[in-house]
């Protein structure tokens, strides 16, 4: 039934964490798969391969979406961010200083897409209610933190 | 006992944090090897049959098979357990849950791999299968595990008093019967495992999500037979536990350790959320049935409590699980009478086991559900009927044990918490807005159509709506593993000629901040900064087994060693010090801040990295392995009596609450926690225990369930097993009472489970306060609300899929 | 797992046609993607024979929303993000804003589109309630030829619509409605975020002088697709808007969807809490100034 089918790889030409990036990857491979794999950016994570849990979550065009429900060619022309990608010039991002000083850490396996959620809300929203933050990171599951802490690291981030 | 700190009960940044934040932290999927080669798992359609042959024809041929491992490749034991060895590896002659698998692919394209698993073709003889535990021991139920004769995996008997004195005693009887279901841990991060054959004959070595490296190592050297030290176990930063990543570690670990040594190439096993849901295990749902004698002034005179729990087709942690429910099962009140039966039964369901809370939340969801009624059905107020009864110095508990030698705080905490929240006067309120109840609809055995049609009078005006609860639960709780288990842990500290230092526990961090805890406490007591302190990454051969992370025991137990170990090099220290500097006895030697000095006498003043280089060079060892036994405890399991564990911790919380009358939503507006873990090590770590145990308590309380279908579960992803998302629960305040205790580094006990035991029970009674219904079957979610009873599909569709 | 197949992503709806007409049955349009990789995930017979992904968001015309005189138009690229945010649409159409807003995630709303939610079909498809009741076309597109059908007659059953193997939907069609319409969306789920519909709502009412001169109402999740009430419409033309009417309405809900779906696992909950709700929004609605 499916015999012989030839994956015809697709070229790519996008900006990673500012850098411009030129590779060729195989059409069914999901960003996700692209950003660890092929590129060893291992701070994006896999945890439900549906959208559900938000593990995986970078930031595509300034907007905050699943990686592992994007294939890799859809990413061709864009600017993509990491959660390697956020930090200036060796110093932590100021969201990555307050998850720190507010203790919303733990496991630390939901918190690269969870700080990716909150930059994009950040940078379109310097000074958003609680609400509007919790909304924001409603699309990244933390089963260890209970989110309280976290909520107050991005309400007292100030960019 | 020293009262001021200068490290101890402040907040403390993570250790590990940096690298979590950028995302640089190395989980097991994120570690590559070159040459690694993949494992990918083969099913069967059957909950329970007879395996009479397994076919590989169709696909060993297959340019993407490397090697096809079974039972066959098995060299020692073919089935494990922690406690009792009824785990196949890769099931051989039965299979008795649907998560069984019977061999592993292993190749490199995991996609082809997984295509070709289902070619694989496995004779089964279908056998009758058991998914109800009722009727597990029942005599012509099938025996899940033949070998045994019986489908009862434990039976804990507690007898106290006399029962029936007791009840005749009682001016009221009540009865109730409470169920709770399976529930996933939901670490997000799904289990993954390397292993990788070592040069020469040094063994495998395993790096991976694990929860306990010392019990993969044991389970993966029975299997391999291998002597333990060629198994060397290394924990990859784990993606969050609960105690789930434990009985499933081991068997993935033993996998993957097979397919190394045959194929000589790292093997990985990485699972997907599906995968992790379907093979892992869970926490046992328990049917409790409660008996209550108690008299018109509120005193408790008997308790009967008849439970039984679901293990599923493995025994795994079940016998202390449900250990832990017999000693805690009457809450923690003081009844003279007591009649306790647990038992654990096999079934066709998935495997139950070890998750935070152990045996606790289940039961405290029952008992404190209960003593609500009791209060209203004497018309006293929910913390009046807990004064009455509650626990205080020297009580005696269930199992006939006397609390001392620490504070016992639980009326400390009931108070608290009721002050903090207003309790009392708000409870009285909401009790008398019960004019207007759920409507409820009652079916009979068939469904009438025109009853699903409302009537005119049925409908609910917007305004009436909404009902405001608050509710309370109490519990005590044994710290670490009491009388289940060999309580013993190490520490190993090894200061640099530099003053920086390495310091390791035989714990293993499940990401809850025990790395940092421990640094904290070597800080405390040599002045150290926190900062200057390197925890090392766990592996089996460089400490001494510390038993499991489990039975929130890691601040007590690992503290204690880690405290063992610093205060052995204190006291070298000083005795240098002393000879060095000719000081007398009376002289006090200060560690603080990075240094070191007489107290008076400032001539005598070292920074810590002056000093370590001197001690270096004076030939001072500068390293120690510190030790910390548990306290004595026994226990007689004929009558379920004894010193069960050597120190309780006491919390108490309050649930404030909105109920949608009409949907049946439940909208948790604010918990109150109220809680006495002992000394507090790391405040930020403690809140987060806090936070997280109580939203984990939450999502069991209103809408968390993992239901089955012929022991398959249903719920595979996040898409329906649903856990709670920010929005979901309010405010938490989190409050705590710091009680003394003789055992522990200066007190500190255990905070990570008591927060988690009490929530459900605490939103169950504000919601019987709302509007005037007791539940007893969790989650207490829409249907069950508007129906008290859940619903469950024919077929369930996943989403939008 | 993603299976073994080829992406292009067109630059123009002619080559996407193109495309499509010579790809036909493997073929299969990628919009959002929100529905289709987590199929692919679990292995969902509907995506498993595809091999070529035919990715149209390169197409810049389907990515925008046009407003006119008298109608909305919604590109087939855009999000449910572009909805939230719209001013033309929180002013126009604010329950098919405020549905947008319950729709998955932050990250799934910056990615799914409003015309996947239609095409997709499922029952509990947040956007269709509104759509639905707002007379929304659908314009679908073939190399040879254009038509522009109801979103009603689009919708044929779950998972199931009138677009063909060879054609695109370009855009919805949103006739904007007469001001004196009041409304509202409800949407009740398990959680209170990135929840699939239980029930879903919506509801248009113009009243003159205290009497319904026309109410609309659409259904999600508790009918096999999204759909249009029109019996229960068609009721409550010229009747009185008050309570008892309301109820009235609400009965006839709760009779119409049992005889639309007969008994299933779920009736026993959904059809009285569909007419508690349906009356509580009928009378939100009505209170509206």
């Known amino acids: 039934m499916k015999k012989n089918k030839i994956l015809k790889k697709i070229k790519l030409r996008f900006t990673l964490n500012g850098e411009p990036v030129e590779l060729e990857t195989l059409p069914n491979k999901r960003l996700l798969d692209l950003l660890r794999d092929d590129l060893n950016l291992t701070g994006t994570k896999e945890g439900c391969s549906i959208g559900e849990c938000g593990a995986c979550t970078v930031i595509v065009n300034d907007k905050a979406v699943n990686s592992c429900l994007m294939l890799a060619g859809e990413i061709n022309g864009s600017a993509i961010i990491t959660i390697e990608g956020i930090s200036q010039n060796g110093n932590l991002h100021p969201l990555q200083e307050n998850f720190l000083k507010f203790g919303a850490v733990q496991c630390g396996f939901c918190i690269p897409g969870m700080i990716l959620s909150a930059y994009a809300l950040l940078n379109k929203n310097r000074r958003p209610d609680e609400e509007t933050i919790k909304e924001a990171i409603a699309g990244n599951l933390c089963r260890c933190t209970g989110y309280k802490q976290i909520i107050e690291a991005i309400k007292n981030t100030k960019l | 006992m020293k009262e001021k700190f200068n490290v101890i009960g402040k907040p403390v940044i993570r250790q590990d944090g940096k690298a979590k934040v950028t995302g640089q932290a190395k989980f097991a999927d994120d570690y590559k090897f070159p040459n690694t080669l993949f494992g990918v798992m083969v099913r069967t359609k059957s909950t329970h049959a007879i395996i009479k042959n397994i076919d590989y024809s169709e696909i060993e041929n297959d340019k993407n098979i490397v090697t096809i491992i079974d039972a066959s490749d098995i060299k020692g034991a073919k089935k494990t357990g922690l406690i009792r060895k009824d785990q196949p590896v890769f099931a051989f002659d039965k299979i008795v849950t649907p998560g069984d698998v019977v061999a592993m692919l292993v190749g490199v394209d995991v996609d082809e791999l997984r295509i070709l698993a289902k070619k694989v073709k496995i004779e089964l003889e279908e056998l009758p299968s058991l998914t109800d535990p009722e009727k597990s021991l029942d005599p012509d139920s099938p025996l899940i595990h033949p070998e045994f004769n ?102 993935l670990s033993a996998r993957a350790s097979i397919a190394a040594l045959k194929t000589k190439r790292p093997v990985k096993i990485k699972y997907t959320r599906e995968e992790s849901i379907l093979e892992s295990y869970k926490r046992h749902p328990y049917r409790m049935h409660y008996k209550v004698g108690y008299t018109k002034e509120g005193k408790i005179k008997a308790m009967k409590i008849d439970i039984l729990a679901d293990a599923g087709a493995y025994c795994s942690m079940t016998p202390y699980v449900t250990w832990r429910s017999v000693v805690q099962a009457t809450g923690p009140y003081e009844i003279e009478n007591v009649w306790t039966d647990v038992r654990a039964v096999y079934t066709n369901n998935p495997y139950t086991g070890a998750m935070r809370g152990f045996g606790s939340p289940q039961i405290v969801f029952a008992q404190e559900s209960l003593m609500d009624d009791i209060a209203v059905s004497l018309g006293l107020t929910p913390d009046e009927i807990r004064r009455i009864n509650g626990y205080r110095y020297g009580s005696i508990t269930a199992s006939g044990q006397r609390l001392e030698n620490h504070d016992v705080n639980l009326m400390k905490v009931l108070d608290t918490a009721c002050e903090a929240t207003n309790f009392r006067e708000k409870w009285l309120e909401n009790e008398k807005h019960h004019n207007r109840r759920i409507p409820t609809i009652e079916f009979k055995d068939e469904i009438i159509n025109k009853n699903l049609i409302l009537s005119d009078r049925e409908f609910v005006e917007p305004e009436d709506t909404w009902k405001k609860g608050i509710g309370l639960a109490i519990s005590f709780r044994g710290s670490s593993l009491g009388a289940e288990g060999i309580d013993a842990a190490a520490a190993y500290l090894s200061i640099q000629s530099d003053g920086s230092a390495y310091l390791l526990c035989g714990l293993a961090e499940n990401g809850q901040g025990m790395k940092t805890a421990y640094s904290i406490i070597v800080s405390e007591i040599l002045g150290i900064p926190v900062e200057n302190i390197y925890y090392l990454e766990l592996t089996t051969a460089h400490i001494p087994d510390s038993g499991p992370t489990v039975a929130s025991r890691s601040t007590v137990m690992g503290g204690g060693a880690v405290k063992n ?61 510190g030790w910390y036994p548990g306290p004595k405890i026994h226990w007689d399991e004929k009558v379920g009596q004894g010193k069960a564990y050597f120190t309780y911790v006491y919390g108490a919380q309050v649930a404030e609450v909105r109920v949608n009358i009409v949907t049946g939503e439940v909208y948790i507006d604010k918990i109150t926690a109220v809680h006495d873990p002992g000394k507090v090590i790391n405040l930020l770590g403690a809140l987060g225990q806090v936070y997280g145990g109580v939203t984990q308590g939450a999502g069991y309380a209103i809408f968390e369930e993992l239901s089955k279908q012929n022991g398959f579960p249903q719920e595979l992803n996040f898409d329906q097993y649903l856990i709670p998302t920010s929005k979901d629960v309010g405010e938490i305040v989190p409050i705590f009472i710091e009680g003394k205790d003789e055992f522990g580094p200066w007190g500190a006990k255990s905070l990570g489970e008591p927060t988690l035991e009490l929530t459900s029970a605490a939103i169950n009674n504000a919601i019987r306060n709302a509007v005037g219904e007791r539940y007893f079957n969790l989650p207490v979610n829409l249907e069950e609300v508007i129906l008290k009873r859940k619903l469950r599909p024919g077929d369930i569709q996943r989403g939008s899929l | 797992m993603i299976p073994k197949l080829n992406y292009v992503a067109p630059l123009s709806l002619k080559r996407t046609l193109k495309i499509l007409s010579e790809n036909k049955k493997k073929a299969k349009i990628l919009a959002g993607g929100t529905d289709i990789l987590p199929g692919f995930h679990i292995n969902s017979k509907r995506f498993r024979d595809i091999e070529l992904l035919v990715d149209i968001k390169k197409i810049g015309e389907l990515k925008l929303i046009k407003e006119f005189k008298d109608r909305v138009e919604i590109g087939a690229c855009v999000t449910f993000s572009q909805i939230c945010e719209s001013d033309t649409f929180k002013k126009f159409f604010p329950l098919l804003v405020k549905s947008a807003e319950t729709v ?29 009741v707002y007379d929304a076309k659908i314009e679908i597109q073939s190399l040879k030829r254009k038509r522009v059908i109801s979103l009603q007659k689009f919708l044929i059953k779950p998972y199931s619509t009138a677009l063909k193997k060879n054609e695109v939907v370009t855009k919805i069609i949103i006739p904007k409605p007469d001001p004196d319409f009041k409304g509202d969306f409800y949407k009740l789920g398990r ?13 248009l009412l113009k009243k003159k002088a205290g009497i319904i001169d026309e109410l609309r109402i659409a259904s999600g999740a508790v009918t096999p697709i999204g759909a249009r009430l029109h019996e229960l419409e068609k009721f409550a033309k010229d009747k009185k808007a008050d309570s008892s009417t309301f109820k009235e309405l609400s009965i006839l809900m709760g009779k119409k969807v049992l005889q639309i779906t007969g008994l299933r696992w779920s009736s026993e909950y959904k059809l009285p809490v569909l007419q508690q709700v349906f009356y509580q929004l009928l009378e939100k609605v009505n209170e509206e100034e």
């Open chain 3, 191 to 203: 959680r209170r975020a990135v929840a699939i519909s239980r029930i879903s709502l919506a509801l």
């Open chain 2, 150 to 251: 019986t489908n009862l995996v434990v039976h804990h008997p507690l007898r106290k008093g006399d029962i029936e004195k007791g009840f005749n005693e009682s001016d009221y009887i009540i009865e109730q019967t409470y169920t709770t279901p399976h529930i996933e841990h939901a670490y997000i991060e799904p289990e993954c495992v390397t292993a990788i054959p070592l040069e020469g004959d040094k063994g495998i070595y395993i790096i991976g999500s694990i929860q306990n490296p010392f019990t993969v190592r044991r389970i993966v050297a029975e299997v391999l037979n291998f002597p333990l030290n060629k198994v060397r176990v290394e924990q990859a930063e784990l993606g969050g536990s609960f105690g789930g990543k434990d009985d499933i570690m081991c068997i």
């Open chain 3, 104 to 132: 998955g995630s932050v990250q799934i709303r910056n990615r799914a589109t409003v015309v996947g939610n239609c095409v997709n079909n499922a029952p509990c498809a947040d956007s269709v309630p509104p759509l639905l």
């Open chain 2, 565 to 625: 170990a610093s205060e052995i090099l204190r006291k070298r220290f000083e005795d240098f010090l002393r000879s060095q500097w000719q000081l007398t006895e009376d002289d006090l030697i200060v560690f603080e801040n990075n240094k070191i000095y007489v107290k008076g006498k400032e001539k005598f003043s070292l920074s810590f990295s002056e000093f370590t280089a001197l001690a270096y060079k004076k030939g001072i060892c500068l390293a120690s392995i």
